[in-house]
């Protein structure tokens, strides 16, 4: 770093450099409430002597090996970055220009698209992070607020290398931690004042109708809510003396919002409860408004009264200020932690009382998001709350809470882009609503949209308000929309050793479950022109239906573009085999599915059948069966696994299993590695059934077992082939953690498309219009230089041309 006068320059990595200007001179070394980290290594670089320029102003020059940053250290810009040069030859001045956007604090009240931050990449290779609002953090639970008239920007100059740059970002601004596996399930919520055995019947529901569920989220009512009905009369307690203007009584008690006493008219056993949740298999999360403190009809009050020097006679409230590190103590000790002992697993904090900092400087959602998480790492705990965007380092504490968006249509469209785009600022695990929360008009086909989206987003929450037709049981609707939901939530509950692994790519290489398609084809522009496609961890892209049906053709579309390679959709099974340059196209489908398309070569691991005789669907646990999507080509997947909730995993208490799939020829070979690390965080033995899901036939399979006994002989002998929905499946039994396995098939015969005259047969026969009109077309359409233009219908004319892109 070196200093001119009151800019201070500090050089990060070869393409991040960081900027401040002090009127006193004074420059920040220690961690912020955004940035944790400015140590990531040395750096080679040279930093000029000041070049004065004809105004008088005065800039230097950093150079490194990938970029040369202009810096204006005197004049009207001191402090600010003017130029950025990159190795290519390229340059750029405009730090704001072509920003790809990030995340949002909330979606509460939103009816559509909202205005983003901005994120650390963007199109002309440069972008910009404001921290100088950031407290400084003095120690991990001390502040103090930033010096007035000071700047602090740290310039991100990837160029288009967009997870570089947010894997930087990370590394300067803390690491997202591993969430324990069973939030990768589906989530049960709603607004709703259920009684205790009302919600017990409920998930027994869930389970009778074989529909897995691995978190129990119980809202607002937990808590005494109603209470100026309960405490103002006929319970000897009164309203407390206005402790802000003396003599005066309250005019009335606020209602409960907040609340830390468990509302024993609903959960008149509260304990049993939470102990029956737990032996059904669900994890179980409470909301939190926790603005009002804790006021004198609370159970814990008193205790916590005289703990804060507060005389409970006085019934005076305790003051929510979590920057009082005494209330903090009591806070945790007090309010939560009895209940944690009890069966609360995590907190959902649901803070909607402002934006405004306290007197310190420090924002209240990002006090609670970061005390909790410190709170629960300390005691030995995974951090994890279900918490709103705090700005700035907020991956460090998940999950992200969305908030109360209308039902719509442009709420679930906007939801995909903004779950995408959210990457870009390196926040990975935004939870939505999913159905909407609120106000719209009841939509069966929306639901079931809603629901096929969420499978393939980071967390799989149902929830609504308390609107008596608003809950989100698959079985409140129509029959295509209950079948559509279940097989949809049961295939989420299926793919968690995929969302695991993912979920460790994100916390080790900082890698999100989302990305945008720009961050893997940066220089395609149409890459760019598709928001609501993105890869889905590293095997599959995903391109999620947002529009109603198009009733004359009885299908809805997404606008896509596939890259170069063969793509082939894991529910029709139909194969794109694309061409150099890529192809937009428009993607039809029923209601039966979503567009989800695996690369050659995907290898997807999900657990085998998840129903156990007893009748129990919610195991999240390492499965003992585990099935391997497989498709065509040369691939490799490592699988990740551990006990799925404790920080053991930070003393290498965790299993690696590598996974490869070659193609030669008519030949697939899918091998299956010892597995590395820590054996006892998986069953002693499992069955893995290999799927090869894009071949119709073989010859022959052949497995061959290497026993992790060196002295011990390999076994090798013929395998039946079993046929699949798609594919064939091979399944080999009882393998131990140190063996190695191999199946060969031989005589592959890849499964093909339909023949297209089968395919425009069933468009047209949907097709919802004149028979005669239909017939010509059809018989049109089957000529190979028939100009599509002639199809008067647009999308029925999009939708010949993807029949015919599977030529």
């Not at 080679?44 to 040369?68: C, K, M, Y």
């Not at 007035?148 to 990370?170: K, S």
């Not at 009335?252 to 939470?274: K, Q």
């Not at 159970?299 to 005289?306: G, L, R, V």
């Amino acid at each position: 770093m070196k200093i001119f006068g009151t800019i201070r320059i500090s050089v990060l990595t070869s393409r991040l450099l960081r900027v401040e200007s002090s009127p006193e001179g004074i420059f920040c070394d220690a961690p912020t409430q955004g940035v944790l980290h400015r140590d990531l290594g040395i750096v080679a670089h040279q930093i000029s002597e000041p070049l004065r320029n004809a105004d008088g102003s005065e800039e230097v020059l950093v150079t490194t090996p990938d970029v040369t940053f202009t810096i204006c250290v005197k004049g009207p810009k001191a402090g600010a970055v003017t130029r950025v040069g990159f190795s290519d030859g390229s340059a750029t001045t405009e730090f704001h220009k072509g920003n790809l956007k990030g995340t949002y604090r909330t979606l509460d009240m939103a009816n559509g698209a909202v205005k983003l931050g901005e994120g650390v990449v963007s199109r002309n290779g440069c972008a910009v992070l404001d921290d100088h609002q950031s407290v400084i953090m003095t120690g991990p639970e001390t502040f103090e607020s930033r010096p007035e008239g000071i700047t602090d920007y740290y310039y991100f100059a990837y160029g288009h290398d967009y997870a570089a740059a947010v894997a930087d970002y990370c590394r300067l601004t803390g690491d997202s931690p591993l969430i324990p596996r069973y939030v990768l399930g589906n989530w049960w919520s709603r607004y709703y004042a259920y009684t205790q055995q009302e919600y017990l019947d409920l998930m027994d529901q869930f389970v009778r109708r074989r529909i897995p569920i691995t978190v129990a989220t119980v809202d607002m009512d937990w808590h005494w809510v109603n209470v100026r009905e309960k405490f103002k009369k006929g319970t000897g307690k009164t309203y407390p003396p206005d402790t802000l203007k003396t003599g005066m009584t309250y005019a009335f008690l606020p209602e409960g919002w907040t609340g830390y006493s468990w509302n024993t008219d609903l959960f008149p056993d509260y304990r049993a409860f939470l102990k029956e949740l737990h032996e059904k298999g669900l994890q179980v999360t409470l909301n939190l408004h926790p603005a009002d403190g804790v006021r004198f009809y609370e159970d814990q009050y008193e205790e916590f009264a005289k703990f804060m020097g507060i005389s409970p006679a006085t019934r005076k409230p305790i003051k929510f200020d979590l920057a009082d590190p005494k209330f903090r103590e009591g806070y945790f000790r007090f309010l939560h932690h009895p209940y944690e002992q009890e069966g609360v697993d995590f907190w959902w904090i649901d803070w909607q009382q402002g934006t405004r900092p306290n007197a310190d400087g420090l924002d209240n959602l990002w006090a609670l998001n970061h005390f909790h998480c410190l709170d629960m790492e300390r005691r030995g705990k995974r951090p994890l709350i279900l918490s709103r965007f705090a700005g700035t380092g907020s991956q460090r504490y998940p999950l992200g809470f969305s908030g109360d968006t209308i039902i719509s249509w442009k709420s679930l469209d906007f939801q995909v882009t903004f779950t995408a785009t959210a990457s870009n600022i390196g926040f990975p695990w935004w939870s939505h609503d999913i159905g909407g929360h609120q106000m719209g008009e009841r939509n069966d086909e929306l639901y079931l949209r809603w629901v096929q989206y969420a499978v393939f987003s980071p967390i799989l929450r149902l929830h609504s308000s308390a609107n008596p037709f608003m809950g989100k049981e698959p079985w409140n609707y129509n029959e295509t929309a209950e079948a559509g939901a279940v097989a949809a939530m049961r295939l989420r509950h299926r793919l968690i050793p995929y969302l695991y692994t993912a979920n460790w790519k994100t916390h080790q290489d900082h890698l999100p479950l989302v990305t945008p398609m720009y961050w893997h084809y940066p220089e395609a522009e149409e890459a760019y022109e598709v928001p609501n496609e993105y890869f889905f961890g590293s095997e599959l892209l995903c391109a999620p239906i947002t529009r109603p049906e198009v009733s004359k053709l009885h299908l809805a579309w997404s606008e896509v573009w596939l890259p170069e390679g063969r793509w082939t959709d894991i529910f029709n099974g139909r194969i794109y085999n694309v061409g150099r340059g890529g192809q937009r196209l428009k993607l039809f489908r029923n209601l039966k599915s979503i567009p989800v398309l695996a690369k050659a070569g995907a290898i997807i691991p999900m657990s085998g059948d998840t129903f156990t005789e007893d009748g129990r669907c919610n195991s999240w646990q390492n499965p003992e069966t585990l099935e391997l999507l497989l498709y065509r080509g040369n691939g490799s997947y490592t699988l990740y696994e551990d006990d799925g909730v404790s920080l053991d995993y930070q003393s290498g208490d965790y299993a690696t299993t590598t996974f490869t799939l070659k193609e030669e020829g008519t030949t697939l070979t899918a091998s299956m590695e010892a597995v590395k690390g820590k054996h006892a965080v998986l069953p002693e033995t499992r069955t893995v059934q290999f799927h090869f899901a894009d071949v119709s036939s073989a010859e022959e399979a052949r497995i061959t077992r290497f026993p992790g006994d060196e002295k011990s002989a390999s076994i090798s002998g013929t395998a039946e082939l079993e046929r699949a929905e798609h594919g064939v499946l091979v399944t080999v039994p009882a393998i131990r953690p140190d063996e190695r396995v191999e199946v060969l098939l031989t005589g592959v015969k890849p499964t093909e498309n339909p023949p297209e005259r089968d395919l425009l047969v069933k468009l047209f026969a949907e097709c919802q219009g004149s028979n005669n009109t239909k017939a010509v077309l059809y018989i049109k359409a089957l000529e190979p230089n028939f100009p599509l233009n002639a199809i008067g219908n647009s999308l029925l004319r999009d939708a010949v041309r993807e029949i015919r892109a599977l030529r």
